[in-house]
């Protein structure tokens, strides 16, 4: 898939900035409707003294995937600060894809919080305000490196228009594609290193043959999958530096 359509702008963070705010962040996840993997959340951060966008910069869905990984680093380099938090399949069962959402994405602001960077107002992409927690949800996901939230912003279509949530949505899939690839050499039946745990016809099949694995989202209706089917087990340990992005631990 190549880029199309106009490139994002930075309108409204220039709008927020120009209101008081200091330091602006977008926010955007990926891998909430998949079936395996986790749920990843990018932040990225700019001030007013952040520059013209890096050229080819669009909603990571239409960027080819080499585009996309040439992206990354000028994305970093553009932005004040950048992260990713992830939410592990275990803790989207654990505590619904909503709260999974939240936490990947606390997990991203303490990544910014332990470099020193603590955004005045988040631009989320959307229409609902998954981020800010509910009163009696917010002890439950407590972290130790965890900050308030700050305020959110929702915009719609906010990964084609605006871009700083353009530049979480390219860090945010390609450190997810990443961590699919990593895991399907211990699962290569299912396909992720090309699906990316979502549902292709290649992937189903395997469900519907071999099971769930480890890395499913059990309390998903998985096609084809019935209560109690048996859990494919892992065929090799998996990476160390997968296992550490998959932690429960803030930052991860």
Same mark, same amino acid.
């Given at each position: ?18 209101? &008081? ?7 955007? %996840?990926?891998?909430?409707?998949? #079936? @395996?993997? +986790?749920?990843? $959340? ?35 380099r553009w932005s004040v600060a950048s ?42 992409? &959307? ?7 509910? %009163?009696?949800?917010?002890?439950? #996901? @407590?972290? +130790?490196?965890? $900050? ?101 631990? +803030?930052?991860?």
């Open positions: 898939m190549s880029s199309t359509g106009r490139p994002p702008t930075r309108q409204l963070e220039k709008e927020l900035l120009a209101s &008081g705010h200091r330091l602006v962040a977008g926010m955007d %996840e990926v891998g909430r409707g998949a #079936l @395996a993997g +986790p749920v990843s $959340v990018g932040v990225c951060v700019v001030d007013e003294t952040t520059g013209r966008l890096p050229r080819g910069l669009r909603d990571s869905k239409l960027l080819a995937p080499a585009a996309r990984e040439a992206l990354c680093e000028p994305i970093r992260a990713v938090g992830h939410a592990a399949p275990e803790e989207i069962d654990s505590l619904g894809i909503i709260a999974a959402l939240r936490l990947a994405g606390t997990r991203a602001l303490a990544t910014l919080a332990a470099q020193g960077v603590v955004p005045d107002i988040i631009v989320l992409d &959307g229409v609902h305000d998954w981020l800010t927690p509910p %009163e009696d949800l917010f002890a439950g #996901l @407590a972290e +130790p490196l965890a $900050v308030p939230t700050p305020p959110v912003r929702t915009q719609v279509k906010g990964d084609l228009r605006c871009a700083v949530i353009a530049g979480a949505s390219v860090l945010a899939k390609c450190e997810r594609d990443a961590m699919m690839t990593e895991l399907a050499t211990n699962h290569p039946e299912y396909g992720w290193e090309a699906n990316k745990g979502y549902s292709a016809p290649d992937h189903l099949t395997a469900l519907r043959e071999r099971g769930p694995s480890p890395r499913h989202r059990r309390s998903w209706k998985l096609p084809g999958v019935g209560v109690g089917a048996p859990d494919v087990p892992e065929t090799t340990p998996a990476p160390a530096p997968l296992e550490a992005a998959l932690s429960v631990g +803030p930052g991860a």
